[in-house]
Structures are given as C-alpha cells and as structure tokens.
C-alpha cells in the first residue's frame, strides 16, 4: 500500500469510528425513548414489523415501518448526492458534503428534543423517528463511499463477520479494526443511554457532537492535501 493510500485510510477509519459512535447514540435514543425502534440498525426494525400479536404492535410496526422507508430514502438520496466520480484518489468531496446533510438533520432532531423536553409526545415521535433514519440513510452511503472494506457504521453485524474472518485468517490488525468499530457502536449506545438516565435533554446532542467531531477531522484531511 503507497504512503498516500495508507493516509487515505487512516483518516477515513477515524471517521467510520467516529460515524459509528454517533449512530449508536441515536439508535440508543430511539430504541428508549422514541418507541422502542431503530433508525440505524434496519434489521432489528424488519423483525418489530413482523411481531403481530406483540404489545402495541400496531404503533410498534408503523414506527418500524416508517424508520425502515425513511432510512431507504436517506441512502437514495446520499447516493443520488454521491455522484459517480471518485474525487482525488485521496479523500471523496462526497463523504464530506453526506456528513454536513447528516449534521444539519441532527440539529434539527436536537433542536425539537430539546424544545420538547426529551418527552415528545405521540405524534412528534414519528418526525423524530423520521429525522433521525433519513440522518443515518445519508451516514450509511458516507461510510460506503470511504470505501473501506468489511466496515459499516449503522449496523455492524458484517463488520462483526468481518472482524471473525479476519482472526480465522490471522490477519490481527483487520481483526482489531473491526472490533474497534463493533465496540464504537456500543460505546456510543452506553454514553447516550447514561445521558438518558442523567440528563436527557443532553442526550440529543450526542449525535451532532460525534458527527462535528468527524468534520473537523475531515477538514483537518482537506488541510493536509491543500
């Protein structure tokens, strides 16, 4: 791997992890407080929209139903903002206009969280819900256009696959960069169910913090090349 490559990919594994942290911090929100679903992980939200006969499955599958179709329209709309063309070689001018779309839908989750006290009611449930899935559609295509191999941000069971197959085949440093992702994504669910429990309204700003730190890191990358 040439010296330019191995920059490239450093800086865009720092930015999958910090992706990763913050979509376990959303998930951890909206799993606990926005009706016990997922925006990120659209796997776990399949399997709440085929519970008939659950407790409140009805409202349950209109939730899951909504961050599953909402999430579909982020990733059409990321790649649709991708484009096709693959920049310098060296960093996509793509990832970091995904990742500002990404930060401004954040805020605009934060700034109704915080508006409605961390307590939103019914209704105000599903445009949270809906803010927060089109946020980690458009994080999903980000992570696939840095173009790292085996590694996902919002839902890591194939990094999890990846990480296994990478200890199989003795390959140690894969296999830890791979754990690193699978653990960034708990860690970010634990810092945001804590805040839950401790200070709620601060919960919501979890996400966009995670997600501003990856763009000062991302400008830091642009400073570098200029």
Known sequence: ????????????????????????????????????????????????????????????????????????VGVFAG?????????????PP???????????????????????????GPALKFVLIALASCAMGLQVAAARRVGIAGISTAFVTGTLTSMVGSLVLREPAEAACHAVIVSALAVGALCSSLLLHLAPAWAGALPPVFLLLALVTVTSRLRDLA
Request: aromatic residues 10%.
């Open 94 to 120: 793509a990832v970091t206009r995904l990742i500002w779309a990404d930060f401004v839908l954040q805020l605009v989750f934060l700034v109704i969280w915080t508006r409605c006290g961390a307590v939103p």
């Open 79 to 91: 790649f649709a903002m991708s484009g096709t063309g693959r920049g310098d070689g060296r960093w």
């Open 1 to 72: 791997m040439n010296p330019a490559t191995a920059s490239a990919r450093r800086w865009g594994y720092t930015v999958l992890v910090l992706l990763t942290l913050a979509a376990g911090a959303m998930d951890a929100i909206a799993f606990l407080r926005l009706g016990g679903v997922f925006t990120a992980n659209m796997t776990g939200n399949l399997i709440l929209v085929a519970l008939a006969g659950s407790e409140d499955w009805q409202i349950r599958t209109l939730r899951s139903g909504l961050a599953c179709v909402i999430f579909c």
